[in-house]
């Protein structure tokens, strides 16, 4: 490793969080001194001062240590310090029967819209608890989203990482004894994600789908929305049909203030669930207004057919974003419309402005009275 890129109050609260014991008398020389948990006299020794020359050498040998002690890879420590001070949310793709170490590039973006949509649902859920968000676009939401990192994958499944700084508030009162911390939005926003998910999962074992929609309907403050449902029915890989799991982990640093949230881990979704979370998420499906506007969209697939005229002609699904949202909806476009959609198309990703009837059903949406179709920007 020629250079260390994590700093060294990092270093310092990682091993703290482990039950590392900071030796406060070597602070006057400029140095963080830590005994191990242990007490077999292993000692992290690393200057205060990470722009100094000598931090490089005497921080990697201290993480050195931390993987021998651990039994860990040293990317596997760097990585963990590197997110101390983090809340982190996976979404793992796995095979019990292969190897998974890739997706296609569609369906990563693809997850990573879905997770967007997840975090955005969970942050106005804690705002405004409802079962149908018509905007995702409160501030609080929209300020998480901004402040979440998109971290490394990992080997052996394919594993997209979003880490959010764990940042923590205080109550505007203080207690008898002291200051009365409160648990970050942030936090509570991922905590959302976590009993939601439990929640579908049961649902679906118990086969209690029309219960869970009636008593999250009368509830004055519901969990579950229509938005979060969307969400993970959308993080299924639909092309291998492969089952995910969210993995939670809480700031190693925010252990040292509050308690880790009593909550599972990791939360497995079997691809054979896929449908029952689409009926799920179809109980709260509310009645939309048709819209008639001017939609941005990119075209996904191209299902048309020769006509007479010997041009192609048909209909074109697309996916439109309206107001923080990814809308599949389909269009039966005429040979010259159909063309400009192809052109788009082979442009790998282009997008088009379509102005007409967007019609949003439980099952499918459709655009119809098109009045004008071209390329963004034409």
């Given at each position: 490793m020629?250079?260390?890129?994590?700093?060294?109050?990092e270093v310092r609260d990682y091993a703290i969080s482990q039950g590392w014991v900071l030796i406060k008398e070597a602070l006057k020389d400029g140095l963080f001194v830590l005994?191990?948990?242990t007490g077999d006299f292993t000692q992290l020794i690393f200057p205060k001062d990470d722009s100094i020359s000598e931090y490089q050498e005497m921080a990697i040998v201290s993480l050195r240590r931390l993987t021998e002690f651990y039994k860990l890879p040293l990317n596997k420590v760097v990585e963990d310090i590197r997110e101390v001070y983090d809340d982190v949310i996976a979404l793992r793709y796995f095979s019990d029967s292969k190897t998974v170490n890739s997706i296609s590039f569609q369906e990563a973006l693809d997850s990573i819209d879905a997770t967007k949509q997840m975090l955005l649902s969970a942050a106005s859920t804690i705002v405004n608890p409802v079962?149908?968000?018509?905007k995702l676009n409160r501030a609080e939401a929209q300020d998480l989203i901004k402040k979440a990192r998109f971290r490394h994958t990992e080997e052996g499944s394919f594993i997209l990482k979003v880490s959010i700084p764990f940042e923590l508030t205080h109550a505007p009162v203080t207690s008898l004894f002291g200051e009365v911390l409160e648990t970050p939005f942030t936090r509570k926003a991922i905590e959302v994600v976590s009993k939601s998910s439990s929640i579908l999962l049961d649902t679906i074992e118990s086969d209690s789908i029309k219960e869970l929609y009636q008593n999250q309907s009368t509830d004055e403050q519901p969990l579950i929305s229509y938005n979060f449902c969307d969400a993970v029915s959308k993080l299924f890989d639909e092309e291998r049909e492969l089952p995910f799991q969210l993995i939670f982990n809480w700031s190693r640093a925010s252990m040292l203030k509050l308690p880790s949230p009593s909550l599972p881990q990791r939360i497995t979704f079997p691809f054979s669930h896929k449908n029952k979370i689409e009926e799920i998420r179809d109980y709260f499906t509310p009645k939309r207004s048709d819209l008639q506007d001017d939609f941005i969209a990119t075209v996904e697939t191209l299902d048309g057919t020769i006509g007479e005229d010997g041009k192609r002609l048909g209909v074109v699904a697309l996916s439109i974003l309206y107001e923080n949202e990814i809308i599949k909806a389909r269009v039966n476009l005429n040979s010259?419309?159909?063309?400009?959609?192809?052109?788009?198309?082979?442009k790998g990703g282009a997008y088009v402005e379509v102005n007409g009837l967007l019609k949003r059903n439980k099952r499918s949406n459709t655009i119809e009275n098109i009045k004008s179709f071209k390329l963004r920007g034409s």
């Amino acid at each position: 490793m020629d250079n260390l890129d994590i700093k060294a109050l990092e270093v310092r609260d990682y091993a703290i969080s482990q039950g590392w014991v900071l030796i406060k008398e070597a602070l006057k020389d400029g140095l963080f001194v830590l005994n191990s948990p242990t007490g077999d006299f292993t000692q992290l020794i690393f200057p205060k001062d990470d722009s100094i020359s000598e931090y490089q050498e005497m921080a990697i040998v201290s993480l050195r240590r931390l993987t021998e002690f651990y039994k860990l890879p040293l990317n596997k420590v760097v990585e963990d310090i590197r997110e101390v001070y983090d809340d982190v949310i996976a979404l793992r793709y796995f095979s019990d029967s292969k190897t998974v170490n890739s997706i296609s590039f569609q369906e990563a973006l693809d997850s990573i819209d879905a997770t967007k949509q997840m975090l955005l649902s969970a942050a106005s859920t804690i705002v405004n608890p409802v079962t149908f968000h018509p905007k995702l676009n409160r501030a609080e939401a929209q300020d998480l989203i901004k402040k979440a990192r998109f971290r490394h994958t990992e080997e052996g499944s394919f594993i997209l990482k979003v880490s959010i700084p764990f940042e923590l508030t205080h109550a505007p009162v203080t207690s008898l004894f002291g200051e009365v911390l409160e648990t970050p939005f942030t936090r509570k926003a991922i905590e959302v994600v976590s009993k939601s998910s439990s929640i579908l999962l049961d649902t679906i074992e118990s086969d209690s789908i029309k219960e869970l929609y009636q008593n999250q309907s009368t509830d004055e403050q519901p969990l579950i929305s229509y938005n979060f449902c969307d969400a993970v029915s959308k993080l299924f890989d639909e092309e291998r049909e492969l089952p995910f799991q969210l993995i939670f982990n809480w700031s190693r640093a925010s252990m040292l203030k509050l308690p880790s949230p009593s909550l599972p881990q990791r939360i497995t979704f079997p691809f054979s669930h896929k449908n029952k979370i689409e009926e799920i998420r179809d109980y709260f499906t509310p009645k939309r207004s048709d819209l008639q506007d001017d939609f941005i969209a990119t075209v996904e697939t191209l299902d048309g057919t020769i006509g007479e005229d010997g041009k192609r002609l048909g209909v074109v699904a697309l996916s439109i974003l309206y107001e923080n949202e990814i809308i599949k909806a389909r269009v039966n476009l005429n040979s010259e419309a159909y063309a400009v959609a192809v052109d788009a198309h082979k442009k790998g990703g282009a997008y088009v402005e379509v102005n007409g009837l967007l019609k949003r059903n439980k099952r499918s949406n459709t655009i119809e009275n098109i009045k004008s179709f071209k390329l963004r920007g034409s």
